[in-house]
């Protein structure tokens, strides 16, 4: 029964424009027993990729050890933050100098909702409302809550999908998370964008599971902030740094919450006073975490000459070819799609919803070299990565879940 789809896989992964870029990460063992696992977790931590461990043991014994303090000039570490967000600014569609690498995504939704709120003040138009995404990854809505406490805000949750409904004239800001990390579902960012800009607020976008994983076109759609991590899609590392997005024109007018020296015009001055650097560094605070930032640096090469539209055709065609996969293994009933099956409601996840025993599934899955993740209540999370993601794990996965669930 399993022989027409495997040999589909087969031909899907010869077929394959990004197949060669599978060989460019680190993905033998650990499926015990020397079997290959299949990893569909690299929306959680992405894979490592091959050039990373020779890379940041040259920055730690050359450019640390040798080169010690040069090294901020020499080796270019104290504009990293810049370079790296520049590399990337590319993937989401955003110009040179409005991505800035550092912190994390929870420092970065701090810093960009605050932000967002001030420019509400600066406009005067009494803005004092934030809406939060009301499936939000747990952090944005504890930072939201936090920033409009401190601002004199109120703050409302407001479902993705009609957030921008839900604006009224006292609406500074709606924070929304591109990709539903619990059920895949991907937000209309281009609509969503601009129906709050016409209703006269600000958005800011986490793009956690979306930068690496499909186009943003952060330039193309006017969004005015944007955060997301790189350990996810982009393969930085556990705890990479994270990104922050200021549209250029905003630049000027960003009044970061968290200013510390490295953001200042001048950090070596070492004056008393604080004046904000001009553009992307304006996003910085402290010292950046620099083994962590060139790690991620290094990671990012695996995008070289890669086109953010393939990744996402790729990612597609394998979501489609797992839910079909699922939908002829799996016994009828047993789970349900939480995923949106429409192309354009869809990140690069497919999350299957299984009751009443989801995280012993999970447990068992990972046992036989299957590794996803469970999400309470009861949620079956596989990511689909396409840089090293193939047709044939996707089958493998579901034949494995199948036998899980007792075909
Ligand atoms: C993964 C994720 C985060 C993680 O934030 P950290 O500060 O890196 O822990 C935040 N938001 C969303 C939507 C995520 O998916």
New binding site residues.
Partial sequence: MSEPLAAEAAALDAADPLRGKRAEFVLEGDGGEGAEVVYLDGNSLGALPRAVPGRVADVVAREWGRLRVRSWTESGWWTAPERVGDRIGRLVGAGPGQVVAGD????N?FKAVVAAIRLAGQDGHGRDEVLVDAA??P??GYLARSAARMTGCRIRAADAADIADAAGPRTAVALV?HVD?RTGRLNDLPATTAALHAAGARVVW?L??SAGALPVGLDAHGVDLAVG?T??YLNGGPGSP?FLHVRRDLQPRFDSPLPGWNSHADPFGMSPDYVPADGAPRGRVGTPDILSLLALDAALDVWDGVDPTAVRAKSLALTDFFLRCVRTYVPAGRVESLTPDAHDRRGSQVSLRCVPDAEAVMAELVRRGVVGDFRPPDVLRFGFTPLYTRFADAERAARVLAGVLGR
């Fill in positions: 994390s995504t929870s420092v939704v939000t990854f952090t944005d998370n990390y986490d956690c599971h991590c350990y996810k994270a």
